[in-house]
């Protein structure tokens, strides 16, 4: 079945660079998202890439995407303080409205 | 920036009572969501509905749950004789096109005792 999988927990030091990854299950996957919650807070939508890209770039985010290896990876330069919460990778496909999300990343920028 | 408003922002019920949970998608979006957080687990999607009918449910959507648009705005999960572990967190999405860009609320936290 469909299935979403990350890391439970990163840490980096503010200005380096994070990587988040993901992998997914399902070939017939045709957007796959990343989404920002931080404490106490709703999910935020960050970016979205299309399954026939390999690469989306917005600002400190690259998304890059393997669809051979079914892997997600979410980079974000020059880390911030304020970019610490939990980074969720999801998925939806074709023949769904819906999302089916990972466990989440809990991203920590130490000072 | 438009945004999904979710109310109320907490909600606690006793056991066997029936909530509703409200929330206002963007106004031209079309299709609307919820999924649930239970504490510590992954975020679950529950329901998504378009063209006043549900277009898709999950294995927890059974009878307990409904979900209506009462008017052009408004989007509601209503949550007959609630459970102990109904306790999750709710949230509401709502998306221009189908499977695409769902923009999520803040949630409400439901509370059984």
């Known amino acids: 079945g469909e299935d979403v999988e990350q890391s439970l927990f990163l840490s980096v030091r503010e200005g380096d660079s994070s990587v988040i990854n993901c992998t997914y299950t399902?070939?017939?996957?045709?957007?796959l998202y990343w989404y920002k919650q931080e404490p106490g807070a709703g999910l935020q939508l960050l970016t979205y890439?299309?399954?026939?890209?390999d690469m989306k770039q917005d600002q400190r985010l690259t998304v890059l995407l393997n669809k051979k290896d079914k892997h997600l990876s979410l980079r974000i330069a020059d880390t911030q303080t304020g970019d610490s919460a939990i980074y969720f990778c999801?998925?939806?496909?074709?023949?769904?409205?819906?999302?089916?999300f990972g466990s989440g990343t809990r991203l920590l920028v130490r000072p | 920036e438009p945004e999904v408003t979710q109310t109320p922002s907490h909600q606690v019920t006793q056991m066997g009572q029936e909530v509703i949970l409200r929330c206002v998608p963007i106004?031209?979006?079309?299709?609307f969501y919820w999924y649930r957080q239970i504490l510590g687990q992954k975020v679950e999607f529950l329901v998504s509905f378009y063209n006043n009918e549900i277009s898709e449910k999950s294995e927890i959507f059974d009878d307990q749950f409904s979900v209506e648009r009462p008017d052009g705005s408004n989007f509601t999960l209503k949550i007959r004789s609630t459970k102990l572990e109904d306790s999750a967190m709710y949230f509401c999405?709502?998306?221009?096109?189908?499977?695409?860009?769902?923009?999520f609320g803040q949630g409400t936290r439901l509370t059984v005792v």
């Open positions: 999405a709502s998306s221009g096109t189908g499977g695409t860009e769902a923009f």
């Open positions: 999801a998925e939806s496909m074709d023949s769904s409205y819906k999302l089916i």
């Open positions: 399902d070939s017939s996957s045709t957007y």
């Open positions: 890439i299309f399954s026939n890209m």
């Open positions: 106004s031209n979006h079309l299709y």
